[in-house]
């Protein structure tokens, strides 16, 4: 069910002599600029507050008494409104002129600016040697826009010039803060919006200066290096040193980020055929100008990244070898046809576009015959997959990432959120800065911590008996929404005697979490309503990922949270097109749109769409097929975006397996450690260079739009999969546009059946939309459940595959960077995310760094069962004792190398993160 808004409410008031009808609620500048109409701002900007520091934005409103600041004054009905005035324009050269009096200002007044050269060529030599970057071809200076709009033709004031240094502490912009007005964007951006507090203002008076507590770095000072201090500055003060004398862009095309999962929307600036920029769209959902800083500053240099593969190769003798497409086309299709049926599997991406996953199932089943067809969220959210289905009906987040910053209870487990997905963790801000409470379950202390009303920090692998042990107090005391459980839920007797099993005594036990902070922790949830739960790899990564996952909608159900707005369960995809992937049926259990593929009905339905006659035969999942490899059953593997070698559990053994296989083909941006290992290497284009959907997180399926050619002689993958298909003589791949994929798309799949490129141009739209009326389902499950009512799981208590023992005395857990990007394969590429986070590190509590006699900065090896790696050791209290934690981006120092490939029995996903090892010192 679909949760409608009410219809819009508006006003009607009169600006400089036009009607104007804004909604209720917005301000008069809001209403100015809804109607074309400019009034000049400074410390003013979308992302922020209002709060009329500069003055510049001061208006004539008929009936009231001086010069109100439109950007705080509310617009009202039947308000006479001017904004253009001979006194306004008056009193805001005087304003400028005292800020123009600490500003290079030469240039801005300058009466040849329209004679300028393009960008930093100044015709009177003034831009270059102020050092200011925004002259007036650039475009970039909201301050000159400002002073050509009030008339500012000189300045009588002295000018003081600062002669500050310009600092260059970020890998990716400078500060010149001899060109810093004062405005305070980028100080309340950081603070307000990001929760940074990186930079402030420091000193007071006429001596104020924007810049870090006692002049730390900005690395020191806290920053994550997102750029929104950059987008906010309106001058040169703050410049993306990458664009400094760029000028304008050519042109800017919309598209979503190729990073995590929250489908962030980015303006790309492009010039000369090149990406010089990626900046977060103001008006994009669900980003709302935000970004982190991959999206940020790490696009560019990958994109056009001289490493880019950009011809087909072809292995011959050992080496790989130049060939034409023609060629490497040919012999793919022509060794394919050599494997069909069950001798054949298809890895493919979660970074690629839903068009693509699509055809590359369709070209599993359609083609080769099989249904063995995975990709990566077999590594992270299969579990989710498994007991959401199950538990509601769907197997996907239920509220809107927006909703989240309107929670009145924060409950993130086994989510490190402001690494792994920052921009959801500014909703969770936004939530606590207006009173919410916050609740976070990790073993390991993230940033998260330091504003949780509650930590509970509890053992790799005992998520279940803390989860279920905040249930039994819920229950225990009176805490339960019996009503809705009553109304809409059902096995709920067996569930509630399971609980018995889990008195706290025992959760102290196996969690280590002090059973008053459980205590706590439950009654928050209970109590503050709506309360919403985040969680991500940190509960699927195990072998009881699926009983985890059953425990988190055990308790959202409990407690009457879930189908109601800013509540829910709410898992965070890793990967850009994650849950696009899952819906697009790149799994060997069902087709588009999660259709059994052992149901007769829907057999037939997706033949008759496809011309052929489709095997019933069950499809290996990932791991499976890594293991029919081995025992020589699965002779060859096509790879599209994809690099086992260092993402799947015991990463050494996956290695050895693909050099079993007869053939290998690799689709892929770069020569990855996976593709070096092909036979035949195809070079895929970009998310840069092509058309496309991808669908994030919260269901909200959007668009990807082509910006620049494909680099070299790259091809889009679903082109690519279409040529193959068509060399081997298959049918129903004569797509000429990813739309057209996208129509049989919508045929097949109910959820998407409301979807067209035409409605995706203004903003994205949430699945299930089953016809082309329908708004989109923001929040699941209002009202009822999708499979009818939700249904407890009766749960026990399960051991990790592995302990800790005399031989290997340490629990490794791993986890993801806020600089780095899944096996590294993109971010590794970006100079200043290297420079940010230059190499993998093994962290380690203090008490068994001296044990071990071991200080921090030392290289130490790190064992398993399965292999070693050598790395440098970061001591830090972060860690529980016989903890040691790890990120798995650095190929140098590969944490999949250790741990435990064993799986969950339902989902098969390896369990990750739990395994056992031992530190010695190099």
């Given at each position: 069910?679909?949760?409608?808004?009410?219809?819009?409410?508006?006003?009607?008031?009169?600006?400089?002599?036009?009607?104007?009808?804004?909604?209720?609620?917005?301000?008069?500048?809001?209403?100015?600029?809804?109607?074309?109409?400019?009034?000049?701002?400074?410390?003013?900007?979308?992302s922020?507050?209002?709060?009329?520091?500069?003055?510049?934005?001061?208006?004539?409103?008929?009936?009231?008494?001086?010069?109100?600041?439109?950007?705080?004054?509310?617009?009202?009905?039947?308000?006479?409104?001017?904004?253009?005035?001979?006194?306004?324009?008056?009193?805001?050269?005087?304003?400028?002129?005292?800020?123009?009096?600490?500003?290079?200002?030469?240039?801005?007044?300058?009466?040849?600016?329209?004679?300028?050269?393009?960008?930093?060529?100044?015709?009177?030599?003034?831009?270059?040697?102020?050092?200011?970057?925004?002259?007036?071809?650039?475009?970039?200076?909201?301050?000159?826009?400002?002073?050509?709009?009030?008339?500012?033709?000189?300045v009588?004031?002295?000018?003081?010039?600062?002669?500050?240094?310009?600092?260059?502490?970020?890998?990716?912009?400078?500060?010149?803060?001899?060109?810093?007005?004062?405005?305070?964007?980028?100080?309340?951006?950081?603070?307000?919006?990001?929760?940074?507090?990186?930079?402030?203002?420091?000193?007071?008076?006429?001596?104020?200066?924007?810049?870090?507590?006692?002049?730390?770095?900005?690395?020191?000072?806290?920053c994550?290096?997102?750029?929104?201090?950059?987008?906010?500055?309106?001058?040169?003060?703050?410049?993306?040193?990458?664009?400094?004398?760029e000028?304008?862009?050519e042109?800017?095309?919309?598209?979503?980020?190729?990073?995590?999962?929250?489908?962030?929307?980015?303006?790309?600036?492009?010039?000369?055929?090149?990406?010089?920029?990626?900046?977060?769209?103001?008006?994009?959902?669900?980003?709302?100008?935000?970004?982190?800083?991959?999206?940020?500053?790490?696009?560019?240099?990958?994109?056009?990244?001289?490493?880019?593969?950009?011809?087909?190769?072809?292995?011959?003798?050992?080496?790989?070898?130049?060939?034409?497409?023609?060629?490497?086309?040919?012999?793919?299709?022509?060794?394919?046809?050599?494997?069909?049926?069950?001798?054949?599997?298809?890895?493919?991406?979660?970074?690629?576009?839903?068009?693509?996953?699509?055809?590359?199932?369709?070209?599993?089943?359609?083609?080769?015959?099989?249904?063995?067809?995975?990709?990566?969220?077999?590594?992270?959210?299969?579990?989710?997959?498994?007991?959401?289905?199950?538990?509601?009906?769907?197997?996907a987040?239920?509220?809107?990432?927006?909703e989240?910053?309107?929670?009145?209870?924060?409950?993130?487990?086994?989510s490190?959120?402001?690494?792994?997905?920052?921009?959801?963790?500014?909703?969770?801000?936004?939530?606590?800065?207006?009173?919410a409470?916050?609740?976070?379950?990790?073993?390991?202390?993230?940033?998260?911590?330091?504003?949780?009303?509650?930590?509970?920090?509890?053992?790799?692998g005992?998520?279940?008996?803390?989860?279920?042990?905040?249930?039994?107090?819920?229950?225990?005391?009176g805490?339960?929404?019996?009503?809705?459980?009553?109304?809409?839920?059902?096995?709920?007797?067996?569930?509630?005697?399971?609980?018995?099993?889990?008195?706290?005594?025992?959760?102290?036990?196996?969690?280590?979490?002090?059973?008053?902070?459980?205590?706590?922790?439950?009654?928050?949830?209970?109590?503050?309503?709506?309360?919403?739960?985040?969680?991500?790899?940190?509960?699927?990564?195990?072998?009881?990922?699926?009983?985890?996952?059953?425990?988190?909608?055990?308790?959202?159900?409990?407690?009457?949270?879930?189908?109601?707005?800013?509540?829910?369960?709410?898992?965070?995809?890793?990967?850009?097109?994650?849950?696009?992937?899952?819906?697009?049926?790149?799994?060997?259990?069902?087709?588009?749109?999660?259709?059994?593929?052992?149901?007769?009905?829907?057999q037939?339905?997706?033949?008759a769409?496809?011309?052929?006659?489709?095997?019933?035969?069950?499809?290996?999942?990932?791991?499976?097929?890594?293991?029919?490899?081995?025992?020589?059953?699965?002779?060859?593997?096509?790879?599209?975006?994809?690099?086992?070698?260092?993402?799947?559990?015991?990463?050494?053994?996956?290695?050895?397996?693909?050099?079993?296989l007869?053939?290998?083909?690799?689709?892929?941006?770069?020569?990855?450690?996976?593709?070096?290992?092909?036979h035949?290497?195809?070079?895929?284009?970009?998310?840069?260079?092509?058309?496309?959907?991808?669908?994030?997180?919260?269901?909200?399926?959007?668009?990807i739009?082509?910006?620049?050619?494909?680099i070299?002689?790259?091809?889009?993958?679903?082109?690519?999969?279409?040529?193959?298909?068509?060399?081997?003589?298959?049918?129903?791949?004569?797509?000429?546009?990813?739309?057209?994929?996208?129509?049989?798309?919508t045929r097949?799949?109910p959820?998407?059946?409301?979807?067209?490129?035409?409605?995706?141009?203004?903003?994205?739209?949430?699945?299930?939309?089953?016809?082309?009326?329908?708004?989109?389902?923001?929040?699941?499950h209002?009202?009822?459940?999708?499979?009818?009512?939700?249904?407890?799981?009766?749960?026990?208590?399960?051991?990790?595959?592995?302990?800790?023992?005399?031989?290997?005395?340490?629990?490794?857990?791993?986890?993801?960077?806020?600089?780095?990007?899944?096996?590294?394969?993109?971010?590794?590429?970006?100079?200043?995310?290297?420079?940010?986070?230059?190499?993998?590190?093994?962290?380690?509590?203090?008490?068994?760094?001296?044990?071990?006699?071991?200080?921090?900065?030392?290289?130490?090896?790190?064992?398993?069962?399965?292999?070693?790696?050598?790395?440098?050791?970061?001591?830090?209290?972060?860690?529980?004792?016989?903890?040691?934690?790890?990120?798995?981006?650095?190929?140098?120092?590969s944490?999949?190398?250790?741990?435990?490939p064993?799986?969950d029995?339902?989902?098969?996903?390896?369990?990750?993160?739990?395994?056992?090892?031992?530190?010695?010192?190099?």
């Amino acid at each position: 069910m679909s949760i409608t808004t009410e219809e819009v409410k508006t006003i009607t008031l009169t600006i400089n002599g036009q009607r104007v009808s804004p909604k209720i609620g917005v301000t008069v500048l809001e209403a100015a600029q809804g109607a074309g109409i400019y009034i000049p701002t400074l410390c003013h900007h979308p992302s922020l507050p209002p709060y009329g520091g500069c003055r510049m934005c001061i208006v004539e409103i008929e009936g009231m008494r001086g010069f109100p600041t439109a950007c705080t004054t509310p617009a009202e009905d039947k308000m006479v409104i001017k904004t253009d005035t001979s006194q306004l324009q008056e009193l805001r050269r005087n304003i400028l002129e005292l800020i123009l009096t600490e500003h290079p200002h030469t240039c801005l007044i300058c009466d040849r600016k329209e004679q300028c050269k393009p960008y930093h060529i100044c015709i009177q030599k003034v831009a270059v040697t102020t050092g200011c970057i925004m002259c007036p071809k650039n475009g970039r200076c909201e301050l000159q826009k400002v002073v050509d709009y009030v008339g500012l033709k000189e300045v009588s004031l002295p000018y003081t010039y600062r002669e500050l240094p310009i600092l260059r502490d970020s890998p990716f912009f400078d500060r010149d803060y001899n060109l810093c007005i004062l405005c305070g964007r980028c100080v309340r951006v950081c603070q307000e919006v990001r929760g940074a507090g990186a930079i402030a203002f420091t000193y007071r008076g006429s001596k104020a200066l924007v810049g870090t507590a006692f002049d730390y770095t900005l690395q020191d000072a806290g920053c994550q290096f997102c750029g929104a201090c950059v987008d906010t500055c309106p001058t040169g003060a703050l410049v993306e040193r990458s664009i400094k004398w760029e000028g304008k862009p050519e042109y800017i095309v919309t598209t979503t980020c190729p990073y995590c999962g929250v489908g962030c929307q980015l303006n790309l600036e492009v010039k000369k055929g090149r990406i010089i920029s990626s900046v977060p769209a103001l008006d994009g959902i669900p980003n709302r100008g935000q970004a982190c800083v991959k999206g940020r500053f790490g696009i560019t240099e990958f994109v056009h990244h001289p490493q880019r593969l950009t011809t087909p190769l072809i292995k011959q003798d050992g080496r790989f070898v130049e060939a034409s497409w023609g060629e490497a086309l040919n012999l793919v299709a022509e060794k394919l046809q050599r494997y069909k049926g069950e001798q054949f599997a298809l890895i493919s991406s979660a970074k690629i576009t839903n068009e693509e996953n699509y055809l590359a199932q369709k070209f599993t089943r359609a083609v080769m015959g099989t249904n063995n067809v995975d990709h990566c969220a077999r590594l992270c959210h299969a579990p989710s997959i498994a007991a959401l289905e199950q538990a509601f009906g769907s197997a996907a987040m239920t509220n809107p990432i927006t909703e989240i910053g309107d929670t009145a209870c924060a409950f993130v487990i086994g989510s490190n959120t402001t690494s792994g997905h920052p921009v959801i963790a500014l909703e969770v801000k936004r939530a606590i800065s207006k009173g919410a409470r916050l609740i976070v379950a990790n073993p390991r202390e993230i940033k998260m911590c330091q504003w949780a009303d509650v930590w509970l920090q509890h053992l790799p692998g005992s998520d279940v008996a803390l989860l279920m042990g905040m249930m039994r107090v819920i229950m225990d005391e009176g805490l339960a929404d019996l009503a809705f459980i009553e109304g809409h839920c059902e096995n709920f007797d067996a569930f509630r005697e399971s609980l018995k099993d889990f008195d706290l005594d025992f959760v102290e036990k196996v969690t280590s979490v002090h059973k008053a902070n459980i205590e706590k922790a439950a009654r928050l949830y209970a109590t503050q309503k709506p309360a919403t739960i985040i969680y991500a790899a940190g509960i699927t990564q195990h072998v009881h990922g699926t009983d985890n996952v059953f425990a988190i909608a055990n308790l959202a159900m409990l407690t009457g949270n879930i189908g109601k707005p800013s509540s829910g369960v709410n898992p965070l995809g890793g990967q850009n097109n994650l849950q696009g992937a899952c819906d697009m049926g790149v799994l060997p259990n069902v087709y588009t749109g999660y259709q059994d593929f052992d149901n007769l009905d829907v057999q037939k339905k997706f033949e008759a769409a496809w011309g052929t006659k489709l095997s019933s035969v069950p499809g290996l999942t990932l791991p499976e097929m890594l293991d029919a490899v081995y025992k020589g059953d699965i002779k060859s593997i096509y790879l599209i975006g994809e690099n086992p070698v260092l993402s799947e559990a015991d990463a050494s053994h996956v290695e050895e397996i693909l050099k079993k296989l007869e053939f290998l083909v690799a689709q892929d941006i770069f020569l990855s450690e996976s593709a070096q290992l092909a036979h035949v290497v195809l070079p895929a284009a970009s998310f840069t260079e092509k058309d496309g959907t991808f669908t994030n997180t919260e269901r909200r399926v959007q668009r990807i739009r082509k910006a620049i050619e494909p680099i070299g002689n790259s091809k889009p993958d679903w082109w690519i999969i279409c040529e193959i298909a068509k060399r081997m003589g298959a049918s129903g791949f004569d797509f000429g546009h990813p739309s057209e994929i996208m129509q049989e798309i919508t045929r097949l799949d109910p959820h998407y059946s409301g979807i067209t490129y035409q409605r995706l141009e203004k903003v994205g739209l949430q699945w299930p939309c089953p016809d082309e009326e329908n708004p989109g389902t923001p929040v699941l499950h209002a009202g009822t459940f999708v499979r009818g009512k939700g249904r407890f799981t009766p749960l026990g208590y399960k051991l990790p595959a592995e302990l800790p023992d005399k031989d290997y005395p340490l629990i490794l857990t791993t986890g993801r960077s806020l600089y780095h990007y899944h096996t590294g394969t993109i971010t590794r590429k970006v100079l200043g995310l290297n420079a940010l986070e230059p190499e993998g590190v093994v962290e380690i509590n203090p008490a068994d760094a001296r044990q071990l006699n071991i200080d921090d900065g030392d290289l130490v090896k790190v064992i398993s069962r399965r292999g070693q790696v050598t790395t440098r050791a970061k001591v830090t209290n972060a860690c529980l004792p016989a903890v040691v934690y790890m990120n798995f981006h650095f190929a140098e120092s590969s944490a999949n190398i250790l741990t435990n490939p064993a799986l969950d029995p339902v989902s098969k996903i390896p369990g990750f993160k739990v395994c056992a090892v031992r530190i010695e010192k190099e």
